[in-house]
């Protein structure tokens, strides 16, 4: 399987194009007060499906670090207790079962290599295989180094146990960088709702004070420079509150 491209479900379909045609029907409603904004914005349907595939795969893509991370630390055990490298994979199976579901990820590639061994394929082979497949940046560094290792006869033991190290800790600095920015992220995420807010709260309270933002020539390009800022400030906070590690 290819983890880099993500496959929406259906129930995820569903859910997001609702969403999309709320939050349409809400801009068209409160900028321009037209069904005509309303059937223009649509178009944006696949756009905005792009961009939730690549949040949902982001999202995949740290649930697969956190759970390699589990299978690599079970194996790292595994050798140390005596056991070979192939029978070290077969034991981190047995543990990950306990942890995880049948169907995840780690103990599905896990059960994969463990077969594989058993047709007479490498472990590192099968190691750069995953990272090729998994796209995610710490399993492919770990399959190079593995494979480095394996064919050039270094300390095994000593070199998974030192990059399974390094991957913790820079797992470890990313959940404490998103552990400060969780707060910052709704107060964003607030602000971004608040001009719709304000918007509702005006229509509502004062009947007809935006009249004259409506149906005219003048009043649509006002909201729609307004609409075009708003935009602009949203995506332009998401990208500062983005920090890659």
Avoid at 42 to 64: N, S
Avoid at 142 to 148: D, G, H, L, N, V
Avoid at 212 to 225: C, E, P
Avoid at 229 to 244: P, T
């Amino acid at each position: 399987m290819d983890y880099g491209v993500y496959q929406m479900t259906g129930r995820e379909r569903i859910r997001y194009l609702l969403f999309y045609l709320l939050l349409d029907g809400v801009i068209a409603y409160l900028f321009f007060r037209s069904w005509a904004a309303f059937l223009f914005l649509l178009p944006g349907i696949p756009v905005f499906f792009k961009d939730r595939k690549k949040a949902l795969a982001a999202g995949r893509a740290e649930d697969m670090q956190r759970q390699f991370l589990t299978g690599m630390q079970l194996v790292s055990t595994s050798l140390q207790a005596g056991y070979a490298i192939e029978n070290a994979f077969k034991e981190a199976v047995k543990e990950l079962n306990k942890i995880y579901e049948e169907e995840s990820f780690i103990v599905r590639e896990f059960q994969y290599i463990v077969n594989q061994i058993g047709l007479n394929r490498t472990v590192e082979s099968l190691l750069i295989e995953l990272g090729e497949r998994s796209h995610v940046e710490d399993i492919q560094n770990f399959a190079e180094i593995f494979y480095t290792a394996k064919r050039t006869g270094g300390d095994l033991m000593a070199i998974i146990h030192n990059t399974v190290s390094c991957i913790q800790q820079k797992q470890e600095t990313r959940q404490e960088i998103e552990t400060m920015l969780s707060g910052k992220r709704m107060e964003q995420a607030m602000m971004s709702v608040i001009p719709l807010f304000i918007l509702g709260y005006i229509d509502v309270t004062s009947p007809g004070f935006l009249d004259a933002m409506y149906h005219n020539t003048a009043g649509i390009v006002i909201m729609l420079i307004c609409l075009c800022v708003y935009l602009l400030a949203y995506f332009w906070g998401r990208k500062i509150m983005h920090i890659r590690v």
